[in-house]
């Protein structure tokens, strides 16, 4: 089997392929979910059947972080209610410690020692927020009100807060602090696996950030296995060290997170996990070549006419290159321009070879310097790493496919 090299006049211009970082898949799976499926209704004439979660497999090492992203309606939540034993599965295993809790077994929520912030928070209105928090608490372990006052004061200071908050009641407190609260009344229970259901989305930008910080080092310290779930691809591509991408009841793609933003599985996860530039290219051995030029892929699984990814940030402006474009508009967003360019006609050094598509093609870049992204002018642009060749006719993830 050899596989076609090459020419050397595109090899010699090849970047450096970047290294992924490996992912370690440890033997120590703290939880493991195994051809999970899950129907709501039964069909007839009252409502049709509604098959959430198609089977579902997914593995979480002990003490690490993982993000179930995917557009809403896709099963995030019904998999995270699923795992705290809040529903049963209709078919597959669920197993924590090596123990199956649901399947062949089945283990109560109160009896699986999983806490859960659910998406709304959700602490007791009438209660103060110290009451909120004692809420959880093993009362065989904490006996006595001093006790309990000085354990409420431990789980407020590990979300961040001084004692003072105990007698403030939830409307006293602004949003990211009641999320605070409900992972202290969460982490109140001593869990060994936390489940957070979208807890930093009604939060604004700049303090769902620090929220998530300081959530994710208490949880690291700790020692917690974590799941979150999330339709923010930013938040679960920080936030985790695997991220598992679901549509449609399915996980379309499980991996840390530089891989699944790097190397996606199909069109629709890399269009979902973030911008994409795609364009129609001629794949031979490990290069492709489209209106951007030569561009190298790792471990192609097809060959010929394919479409090419790269993520924005890889096309650059450069001072000198083959590769050409006009920018067409821009937006500025401060720290960078996002940035509209159509792409000249094949370059010229692929001009003879008929097979190598495209030629004037639109993408979208981003650059940190507007001033070199006026209207009409004429750019040289360069690929940095490599890209993503996926076989003509995936279809996108249009508004209608995430919102299945
Ligand atoms: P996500 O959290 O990803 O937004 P959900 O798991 O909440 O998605 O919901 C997935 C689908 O399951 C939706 O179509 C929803 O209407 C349906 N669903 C969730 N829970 C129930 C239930 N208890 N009964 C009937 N349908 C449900
Ligand atoms: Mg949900």
């Not at 929220?211 to 938040?235: M, N, P, W, Y």
């Not at 951007?292 to 650059?316: A, C, D, K, S």
């Amino acid at each position: 089997m050899t596989e076609q090299s090459p020419t050397p006049t595109f090899a010699s211009r090849l970047p450096e392929p970047r290294v992924a970082p490996s992912i370690a898949d440890t033997a120590d799976h703290h939880l493991e979910i195994e051809g999970v499926t899950k129907t709501f209704g039964r069909g007839g004439s009252r409502g049709g059947r509604n098959e959430v979660l198609k089977g579902i497999n997914l593995h979480v090492a002990r003490g690490g972080t993982t993000a179930i992203v995917g557009p809403s309606g896709s099963g995030k939540t019904t998999l995270l209610r699923l795992i705290a034993g809040f529903e049963s599965p209709d078919a597959g295993r669920i197993t924590l410690d090596g123990e199956a809790v649901a399947g062949e077994r089945w283990v109560p929520a109160h009896r699986r020692n999983i806490g859960y912030v659910a998406q709304d928070g959700a602490l007791f209105p009438h209660l103060s927020v110290g009451q909120n928090i004692a809420f959880g608490l093993d009362h065989g372990k904490y006996r006595g009100r001093k006790v309990v006052a000085a354990r409420v004061e431990e789980l407020l200071e590990m979300v961040a807060l001084d004692g003072s908050y105990a007698k403030r009641r939830p409307h006293e407190l602004s949003g990211g602090q009641q999320q605070r609260i409900a992972l202290a009344r969460a982490m109140a229970r001593e869990p060994e696996v936390m489940l957070l259901d979208e807890p930093f989305s009604a939060l604004d930008a700049g303090l769902r950030v620090a929220t998530r910080r300081a959530v994710s080092k208490v949880l690291a310290k700790a020692g917690v296995t974590t799941i979150l779930v999330t339709h923010d691809q930013a938040e679960a591509l920080s936030f985790a060290d695997q991220v598992a991408v679901m549509r449609g009841g399915k996980l379309a793609q499980i991996g840390n997170p530089f891989v699944v933003y790097t190397r996606p599985a199909d069109r629709a996860t890399a269009e979902f996990l973030g911008d994409a530039v795609i364009l129609d290219a001629w794949l031979e051995g490990s290069l492709a070549m489209c209106s951007l030029g030569p561009i190298p892929v790792r471990h192609p699984t097809t060959q010929g006419h394919v479409q090419i990814m790269l993520r924005p940030e890889q096309v650059r402006i450069a001072s000198d290159s083959p590769i050409h474009g006009t920018v067409l508009d821009w937006d500025y967003f401060g720290p960078e321009s996002s940035v509209r360019i159509k792409l000249a006609d094949r370059p010229a050094d692929l001009a003879l070879d008929s097979r190598v598509p495209g030629g004037g093609e639109v993408i979208t870049i981003r650059h940190w310097n507007a001033a070199m992204a006026r209207k009409g002018m004429d750019l040289a642009l360069k690929v940095i790493g490599e890209g993503v060749a996926f076989p003509l006719g995936e279809p996108a993830a249009g508004p209608s496919r995430l919102a299945e």
